[in-house]
């Protein structure tokens, strides 16, 4: 939700349906509710309101709408006047909470790329005060409410949605403890779970996150989408010695630098479906790990001091933690 021209379906664009910044341009404003579903950990969606959408309109059911609502996502363009869009704010946050006391509210304060350094943290903490002066003015008592900076010409707006959304996420207590688990019986350094079309990260262990290891790490998907797209494996069999859980094949992807392999999802029938597993080492001497799990998800990793022992040891572990992950699939 958000004023016009606050830069909702660009947004939307840019995160869910991997359109180029440049090119959202050329988007119309939105004139009615759009509906995204995604299919990913968990499924979920995500209706875009019209910025001219009056509220307190009758015909405007915000019971049904809200209660069945995990989060109200606000979106902010902070480079224009915003005292508007802060009492826009304040009136629905008000009809949410009496609709679902337990709703979150995330304000995405965005197009910062046009503001220095200083001035997006000066307008942030404005915007927050104000906001917390509009609903403290009304009385609205709102049970989680997170202000985030966002660009899409950068990955601040993948990370607001990846922290936003695993809010939503029931086991997500369980996920962090499990590649938290992971990092600490192999030597792993950061990972993260992602959802490889739209880079958002659903789960990662507990250490903080750098937000450039994480635009590495979408780099790295994409890097290793690109190369692997230029191979047909439409035709490709199952080697008799991939049969066994613990080796991998390479397909002949591979360089000075790094390898791209796929391994078998099951005992070895000719046309079997080969998750994509890709590994880099940087120039720093860092290696990037990464592997297809369930569900459109790849499971990336930082890994230091690699030794072909270690990448062992790597590999079982992270397919233990797959079949984990498929037993909460399952649940």
Not at 60 to 74: E, L, M, N, V, W
Not at 125 to 136: G, H, K, M, N, V
Not at 229 to 246: M, R
Request: proline share 4%; net charge negative.
């Amino acid at each position: 939700m958000g004023q016009r021209t606050s830069g909702k379906s660009s947004i939307s664009e840019v995160v869910f349906h991997k359109m180029q910044p440049l090119e959202t341009l050329y988007i119309e404003s939105t004139s009615r509710p759009t509906y995204t579903k995604i299919s990913s950990l968990i499924e979920f969606g995500i209706l875009e309101m019209p910025g001219q959408l009056n509220i307190s309109d009758p015909s405007f059911d915000s019971a049904r709408i809200f209660s069945t609502c995990g989060a109200i996502i606000y979106v902010i363009d902070c480079q224009t006047e915003y005292l508007g869009a802060i009492s826009n704010l304040g009136t629905i946050a008000e009809m949410a909470v009496q609709a679902n006391p337990k709703i979150n509210i995330e304000v995405l304060i965005h197009k910062i790329d046009g503001l220095s350094e200083d001035f997006r943290l000066d307008t942030r903490r404005d915007i927050i005060q104000r906001t917390q002066d509009e609903l403290a003015d009304n009385n609205i008592v709102v049970a989680s409410m997170n202000h985030y900076l966002t660009s899409i010409y950068d990955r601040s707006i993948h990370e607001a949605f990846s922290k936003i959304i695993q809010k939503l996420i029931p086991d997500m207590d369980v996920l962090e403890n499990l590649l938290s688990t992971l990092c600490a019986h192999s030597g792993i350094e950061k990972t993260f779970l992602f959802d490889i079309n739209s880079k958002i990260y659903v789960a990662t262990d507990s250490t903080a996150v750098d937000p450039l290891t994480y635009e590495v790490c979408t780099d790295f998907i994409d890097v290793t989408i690109d190369l692997d797209k230029l191979y047909d494996s439409s035709n490709q069999t199952v080697p008799p010695d991939a049969t066994d859980g613990g080796s991998e094949s390479d397909n002949g992807n591979a360089n000075s630098n790094g390898t791209i392999s796929k391994k078998p999802t099951d005992s070895g029938a000719a046309g079997t479906v080969w998750p994509l597993k890709s590994i880099s080492r940087m120039h720093n001497g860092v290696v990037l790990y990464l592997c297809q799990m369930i569900r459109g998800l790849a499971l990336v990793g930082f890994i230091r001091n690699e030794t072909p022992q270690k990448m062992a040891l790597i590999d079982y572990n992270v397919e233990i933690f797959s079949q984990s992950l498929q037993m909460i699939w399952n649940k």
